[in-house]
């Protein structure tokens, strides 16, 4: 195979053959051995860092000079020195927490021997300088970086609510009475895409891979909350310690992998912080928090502590639903040898547990109905990074996790279900005595769940600069990533079950269920490299997975590559015009899967228990039951990841203090999991009873039987669900009129999301209106579909007065249009399939007739009209204060004027009030 | 400064005691369409009925010589108009009636047209709906039942006669009253027979039973349940693979002609008292010509979200033997569905949903021991509410 084929192969990324990943690792061996530096030593940059404010130093910030990849930490009297790069001009990045992010260009020449002083603003209120807002990033892929000062002014109860500070997302309020899914990117929310974002908490993603939460996959009876099949519960992520945030809506590395649509990076403190004490209140919610960060100078390290405990009711007059969250944390920092070859090590635990309650109110209850949803979670983050200034390395990264979780689903009820009830309780296929149930009965389930899951990844990169403005930057690395559970699944008595429904279910123990185990190797190239006075960024990487492993070189699911590009062209900058401060052009195109998670991999089987024999006559002697059982695998071995193929291209440019980013992506997601009917005929005999005499006890052996065949479906997991996003996402940063202390920043985007609910063919059945079933199937043409647009603009006005220590933050929001249609298709079997295999074209007479006219699933001409919505405006308010060093106060209103217009469907006569209700809360922090 | 604020609040005090009247009043004046044949004495024997639908308090009036009725000091709303009247014809009475939903929100002036109604060999004795309680609290409702009682005095078939419940519910206006003369029904449900196997002796009834068990006494039936259905006489069981309902040996099953698979697999009237109920014999000799007849007779109903279609069979009125409109309250009468020539009234349980509790006919008088039930074509006047259900009870 050549090269070039087997690039090909790569970009056709399909599972492929072994030789190509021997050839591949045989490379990344290569590039990481003959290469050895370049040019002559560089120069070793000496500095000094304090505080702004205070003048005093500020030790334990980090250094970074990105062009080398070089970095270090700030000693306690705030002194660092780190090795740059030969090259006119570096740029010199420092970042400390509780401090705005510094970043400089540095000319090389008016370095000499000098030190450098930097000087760090304090975030406060005081200084002329906080970033309140989400800060779009200028890098080679699109995404936006939230810090802390920002999410403290959105005054969130969860990460869900910091996501409104995204261009195209629709602020809403805190809502905690059901879980949160996260969308990147799109109109509403789905399984997919929720699952396919994949959110790393201090480098290591947490995982949903393992959640089985789900009385059965093969029905949807869950009372409880549940995320099985999606992303995870963003209300499950506390913001009080997290330091920044970034939201990757572009091409990520391929250090990040198991995802489709995105990544959110999330940082939690590490350093220094007062003890901050938080009470936050608002019509629902009640939080309150408690943080520490300390630093213990003698050796470098850090010891931050955070708890957070928050409350909330659904409707505070009848506080029986609610949901309830503590977390706490410790991590534990320290920096050795700072001066010579640094080595980073963080350890973080946390641990976590939220339950949603339902209850019923006491007086119109009865005694011990309860349902409930608990998870408690601790999970163990280890990372860290090493400079270890060799000719081969220039960093070493690490991150190990482990997270445990049980996660509880439970409920306690009666089950009153109309009259006496006939089930079976077998577990084997074949005729089995039934059970008739009492009409009542008080009964409870669980279902217990713990998943298991472990992360390591290393990552090594070398900087190579190869002459003035041409660096050169080769990452490689590893991770594996298991999930398992471990839990006991659904527990509950067969002889008195839960539910009663046409799907018959049994228990099933998650422990049985194999491991999830995935790893993969990747390599990037980062070019950076000067032409003129223009700059060329080129960021090419290829990540092999193997999804499912049976070892190094074995595959349960396969081998799938992720090739994916990015470049950055900055071809307009102050050395070569005089309006534009900087204009650059940037593309991506990139590959990503998603693993199917245990749910879809290893469901539930199938039960079917065909009643043979029903004989009730109200005396216990002589009622006689039997119930034929028949159990079928639902596992699709043909089952695949998901895909999703990413483009984006964009524009930035910067003149004066005016700032705008423009991107335009296309995202094509593929073989997204579902589930499908699967239909078979089941032969089965029934027993006639016409001809037992009355007041004796039925002989099955001895009864006339009618042999019956029925069609039955039970529900598989298969791939088929498609996404298509695309749109542009803007924001202009219009800068600070100073005279009226406002800065004003203007984004938003518009969406289109297109999604397929079929991409193959399925079989359908309509509901029978006698005793004679349909002997028949139709299979359906795929392609149903679903189409929302939205444009959107968020003008964002922050007013910043120093002088009174008071931000006050207006965002007028508007909704130009919102559109949201059904595409034309024309549900109609292809044609009928019948028990013994056979089939027959659906003909256009068919569709009248009435055998079969229940076949033709017959829309409303009105069902495929356009809803296109008005444009909507909101308005929502934030206020903060520091009333002093040790006291702020926040505020904030959603649409406060209460605008909520009235909008008719036309698809279906009913309305709808937009906009949510007006909504307001406070906090009060003490800071000491 | 104090003498504008002194002019401010005059003005505001007088502008409180100009006061508006509490409400409008309007005169309605009512024309009764007798036709040509009723005889003139008869007229203005009718009784003419207007019942508020918002605050449920009715209004009665006779029609003068002039055929109009009217009716004065009438407050704006949404009226049921109730026309009834009878004529005796040697030893039989016809009764008639008329209904009408009028809207009052000016002086109005309207007809009511009067229609004999029919009669038929069987009536609905009684119908009890709502379900019970149970010990828990939870709700059952395996224990409705529907009776029906040979009303003549001679010997009477069941056989092939078939329970219908009307498709809309009683929480919208009449889907189908665009269609004219017929029932379109959500289900039939048929007695089995040749024509002549159940026989129903004169004064005696049949049960058909959701389930046909003592619910009373069976321990897996609720002890809190009024009825005793082990003596019903046929029973509704949805012959289904997966369906986990009781089938009782010694009490046939109803012909499932018409009932759309449900997720609850099981024949169950509204439990609130929604569904307007019929018995009907359907053209056909056999099963299969019956069923043939319901397949000719489709209709088609958008689902409220577009997304699809349902089909239901009409019957046409004549084939109606008797109707009885169940509504779920006097406010929710104003939805009713049968046409007055099938009931010109309604009847409802005012103890809710699960109370125990049914409705049943009056008794008109005994002959020779032998009990005849009111059937004025009006259940408003024939039946009883807030019945403890009395199943095979003629007395």
């Known amino acids: ?928 | 400064m104090k003498k504008a604020l002194f002019f401010v609040s005059l003005i505001l005090l007088m502008g409180s005691c100009i006061k508006e009247p509490d409400f409008h009043s309007y005169q309605v004046k009512l024309y009764i369409d007798f036709g040509s044949d009723f005889p003139q004495a008869e007229k203005e024997h009718a009784t003419v009925t207007l019942v508020n639908q918002t605050n449920v308090y009715s209004l009665n009036e006779n029609p003068g010589s002039d055929g109009f009725a009217r009716f004065s000091g009438i407050e704006p709303g949404i009226y049921s108009v109730t026309v009834s009247d009878s004529v005796a014809e040697g030893l039989q009475t016809a009764y008639y009636s008329g209904r009408k939903t009028i809207n009052v929100f000016d002086n109005l002036t309207d007809s009511v047209k009067l229609s004999v109604n029919t009669t038929g060999n069987f009536v609905i004795k009684e119908i009890y709906f709502s379900g019970s309680t149970t010990p828990a609290g939870k709700k059952y409702y395996a224990d409705q039942f529907i009776e029906i009682f040979n009303n003549t005095n001679q010997t009477q078939y069941a056989d092939g006669i078939s329970v219908l419940i009307h498709e809309s519910s009683n929480t919208a206006p009449n889907f189908w009253a665009g269609i004219k003369d017929t029932i379109v029904a959500e289900m039939v449900w048929t007695i089995p027979g040749n024509g002549n196997q159940y026989p129903v002796l004169p004064g005696k009834s049949i049960v058909i039973a959701q389930d046909g068990i003592n619910h009373r006494d069976d321990p897996n039936g609720n002890p809190l349940s009024p009825v005793n259905l082990g003596n019903a006489d046929f029973e509704f069981y949805v012959n289904k693979y997966n369906n986990k309902d009781i089938d009782v040996p010694s009490v046939p099953n109803m012909i499932r002609d018409y009932t759309v698979d449900d997720l609850l697999e099981e024949v169950t009237f509204a439990v609130h008292g929604g569904s307007a109920i019929a018995i009907a014999k359907i053209p056909g000799e056999t099963d299969g010509d019956r069923k043939a007849y319901l397949n000719n007779h489709l209709v088609a109903k958008l689902w409220a979200s577009g997304s699809n279609t349902s089909f239901y069979p009409k019957i046409a009125d004549k084939y109606i033997i008797d109707a009885v409109e169940t509504v779920q309250d006097e406010a929710h009468a104003v939805y009713k569905r049968f046409t007055p020539d099938l009931d010109a009234g309604y009847t409802y349980i005012t103890t809710g949903s699960y109370s125990g509790k049914g409705v049943r006919r009056k008794i008109k008088e005994v002959v020779n021991g032998r009990v005849v039930y009111q059937d004025t074509n009006n259940s408003t006047a024939d039946f009883l509410k807030d019945v403890d259900p009395n199943p095979k009870v003629n007395d």
């Open chain 1, 1 to 928: 195979m050549s090269e070039a084929e087997c690039l090909a192969d790569i970009f056709r990324s399909q599972p492929f053959n072994f030789s190509m990943l021997k050839r591949i690792v045989f490379y990344l061996c290569f590039f990481a051995f003959i290469t050895r530096g370049f040019g002559q030593t560089p120069a070793v940059v000496r500095g000094n860092v304090t505080d702004e404010k205070t003048r005093e130093a500020v030790g334990f910030a980090r250094i970074h000079i990105p062009e080398a990849d070089s970095w270090t930490y700030s000693d306690e009297s705030g002194n660092f020195s780190i090795t740059a790069i030969n090259a006119a001009f570096f740029t010199l990045e420092v970042r400390c927490l509780g401090f705005e992010d510094y970043t400089k260009i540095i000319r090389s020449s008016s370095l000499k021997d000098s030190t450098l002083d930097i000087e760090l603003i304090p975030v406060s209120y005081d200084m002329k300088e906080v970033t309140v807002l989400a800060k779009y990033n200028e890098g080679i892929t699109a995404s936006s970086t939230v810090g802390s000062a920002a999410i403290e002014l959105v005054q969130p109860a969860s990460l869900a609510d910091v996501m409104q500070l995204l261009p195209g997302n629709i602020s809403t309020n805190p809502e905690l009475k059901s879980a949160q899914k996260i969308s990147i990117r799109e109109i509403g929310d789905d399984n997919n895409s929720a699952m396919g974002t994949s959110i790393l908490i201090d480098g290591a993603p947490v995982s949903n891979n393992a959640n089985l939460q789900t009385f059965s996959t093969s029905s949807s009876d869950n009372n409880f909350i549940t995320t099985v099949g999606s992303g995870i519960d963003l209300r499950q992520i506390s913001t009080d310690n997290i330091e920044s945030v970034e939201f990757i809506a572009g091409i990520p590395s391929v250090t990040l992998g198991d995802l489709t649509s995105g990544a959110v990076l999330i940082r939690t403190k590490a350093g220094y912080t007062p003890l901050e004490a938080k009470l936050k209140t608002d019509e629902k919610i009640k939080q309150f928090s408690l943080g520490k960060g300390f630093r213990l100078n003698s050796d470098q390290s850090a010891l931050n502590l955070n708890f957070d405990y928050l409350q909330s009711f659904d409707d505070i007059r009848s506080k029986y639903n609610g949901f309830n969250r503590i977390t706490a944390e410790i991590g534990y920092s320290k920096i050795f040898g700072p001066l010579q070859l640094p080595l980073t090590f963080n350890a973080k635990l946390n641990g976590y547990s939220s339950i949603d309650d339902k209850k019923k109110d006491p007086d119109a209850m009865v005694a011990g109905e309860t349902t409930r949803s608990k998870d408690q979670g601790l999970r163990l983050n280890i990372y860290g990074k090493w400079l270890p200034k060799l000719n081969l390395l220039t960093n070493l990264e690490y991150s190990f996790s482990v997270s445990y979780t049980h996660q509880l689903s439970s409920e306690a009820k009666y089950r009153s279900l109309d009259g006496p009830q006939l089930i079976s309780t077998a577990l084997t296929d074949g005729e089995h005595p039934g059970l008739y149930l009492p009409s009542e009965q008080f009964t409870s389930y669980v279902i217990d769940g713990k998943p298991l899951s472990i992360f390591a990844q290393l990552t090594a990169t070398k900087v190579f600069n190869f002459g003035e403005g041409f660096f050169d930057k080769i990452l490689c690395g590893f991770d594996y990533h298991r999930d398992e559970n471990l839990g006991k699944g659904s527990v509950y008595n067969l002889a008195n079950p839960p539910f009663i429904s046409q799907y018959s279910s049994r228990p099933k123990k998650y422990s049985d269920i194999p491991a999830l185990r995935n790893y993969s190797v990747y390599l990037e190239d980062k070019l950076s490299l000067q032409l003129l006075e223009t700059v060329l960024d080129v960021r090419a990487g290829l990540r092999i997975n193997n999804f499912q492993a049976n070892g190094l070189f074995k595959s349960a699911l396969g081998f799938y590559a992720e090739p994916r590009l990015n470049a950055e062209y900055n071809f307009l900058s102050k050395k070569n015009n005089r309006i534009f401060d900087k204009m650059a052009v940037r593309i991506g195109i990139g590959k990503t899967y998603k693993t199917p998670p245990l749910l879809y991999l290893y469901p539930n089987k199938a039960y079917f228990d065909l009643i043979s024999l029903n004989y009730y006559t109200g005396n216990p002697e002589l009622n006689t039951a039997i119930v034929d059982t028949r159990i079928f695998d639902t596992t699709n071995s043909g089952l695949k990841p998901a895909e999703n193929l990413k483009k984006e291209a964009g524009l930035i440019f910067r003149i004066k203090n005016v700032k705008a980013t423009i991107t335009a992506f296309a995202e094509k997601l593929t073989n997204g999991f579902g589930f499908t009917s699967n239909y078979v005929f089941l032969k089965y005999n029934r027993y006639q009873t016409q001809n037992i005499p009355a007041g004796t006890k039925p002989d099955p052996g001895m009864l006339e039987k009618i042999l019956t065949t029925v069609p039955v479906s039970y529900q598989m997991p298969i791939n088929n669900q498609e996404t298509r996003k695309s749109g542009v996402e803007y924001s202009f940063d219009l800068g600070k009129i100073k005279s009226i202390y406002t800065s004003f920043t203007i984004d938003g985007a518009w969406f289109r999301t297109k999604r397929i609910l079929h991409t193959i063919p399925y079989q359908f059945k309509p509901a029978g209106s006698n005793d004679n079933p349909y002997q028949y199937i139709g299979v359906y043409p795929a392609g149903d579909s679903n189409i929302s647009e939205r444009l959107n603009t968020n003008c964002r006005m922050i007013t910043h007065i120093p002088k009174l220590r008071l931000i006050l933050s207006t965002t007028v929001q508007v909704i130009w249009y919102d559109l949201f249609f059904i595409p034309q298709y024309d549900e109609v079997p292809m044609y009928l399939i019948y028990a013994d295999g056979s089939t027959q074209p659906f003909t256009a007479e068919m569709r009248s007739n009435p055998e079969y006219i229940r076949f033709v699933i017959n829309k409303d001409q009105n069902y495929y009209l356009k809803e296109l919505m008005p444009p909507l405006p909101q308005v929502n308010f934030r206020l903060s204060k520091e009333i002093n060093e040790n006291l702020k106060l926040s505020f904030y209103a959603n649409n406060f004027t209460n605008y909520r217009p009235v909008y008719e469907y036309r698809r279906s006569g009913s309305f709808i009030r937009r906009n949510p209700f007006v909504y307001f809360g406070a906090e009060i922090k003490f800071l000491f």
